[in-house]
């Protein structure tokens, strides 16, 4: 169709970025791996393309670092899944100019996002209080005050949360939680929200990642991970969607078509 004929497409990242006027990075969450390919897209994108990552938890100024424009760095931070999510987070440094902010939010909107803005912090708005919530929640499952299904229910019914703690958990793998509490432990030691927990290290160790691995808090069966936003307001399944749903008495995750 009409938007299909205007995407080009490479696998090339060099040839792809040196007439761009922005360029997105969402290769894997390792500073290491981004820095080293923006530090080749820098020599060949053109001086006024704008680099932006879409990182959730590293630190746009470091991933900057292995660039010569700073100024023309930022984030843009998109939702999973993208298509479903209506937000982004468009993150500046320090050093990041009006212009590049403003052609970061620019994009987003023009993309059909609502945009947020925030500095450079650790997981910027979205992930700075989600993790060291999920977090919270595992600690009380550790220290006996709650059960991993009554701290869910209790959060989605009193609380309004589409999922509860251990589902998102879940959802989102106990092994990339794992991650960035590391990272966060050992860039911000004195702050306890980071503090690693013993109990998703040892899931991650038993290679229980969460849904994609068949378990993790839950046990799961048969499982299409497509959405999180998988009901209305009302409990209800959305039309046309499908989603998961965790069965506590059995432990499983029945899948549910709705056309």
């Known amino acids: 169709g009409t938007t299909l004929s205007r995407i080009k497409y490479s696998t090339d990242p060099n040839q792809a970025s040196s ?37 959730s938890s590293l630190s746009i100024s470091d991933i900057a ?32 100019s009006d212009h590049t902010h403003n052609s970061l939010c620019a994009f987003g909107k023009a993309v059909g996002k609502i945009t947020v803005d925030c500095k450079d912090t650790p997981g910027f708005i979205v992930n ?26 209790a959060m989605k019914l009193g609380a309004g949360y589409p999922m509860g703690p251990f589902e998102l958990a879940d959802y989102v793998g106990l092994d990339t939680t794992k991650f960035i509490l590391d990272g966060w432990s050992k860039n911000y030691p004195d702050n306890p929200l980071f503090k690693p927990i013993s109990l998703i290290n040892q899931k991650v160790s038993e290679g229980k990642l ?8 839950y046990k799961y069966e048969n499982v299409y991970v497509d959405t999180m936003e998988p009901v209305n307001n009302n409990g ?9 749903q965790v069965d506590y008495n059995k432990k499983s995750c029945r899948i549910y078509q709705n056309d």
Do not use: W
């Open 128 to 153: 700075r209080l989600l993790v060291p919530y999920m977090a919270e929640a595992v600690r009380m499952l550790e220290r006996g005050d709650a059960s991993s299904r009554d701290i869910d229910v």
């Open 236 to 244: 209800h399944p959305r039309t046309g969607v499908r989603y998961s």
């Open 210 to 217: 969460g849904m994609k691995s068949g378990e993790g808090f």
């Open 65 to 96: 670092q292995a660039t010569s424009r700073k100024d023309k760095f930022g984030g843009l931070h998109f939702f999973n899944p993208v298509p479903m999510m209506k937000l982004v987070e468009v993150v500046r440094t320090d050093l990041t």
């Open 19 to 55: 007439d761009c006027d922005l360029v997105v990075e969402a290769i894997v969450e390792n500073i290491t791996v981004k820095q080293r390919l923006f530090s080749q897209l820098d020599k060949v994108a053109r001086s006024d393309t704008i680099f932006a990552s879409n990182t």
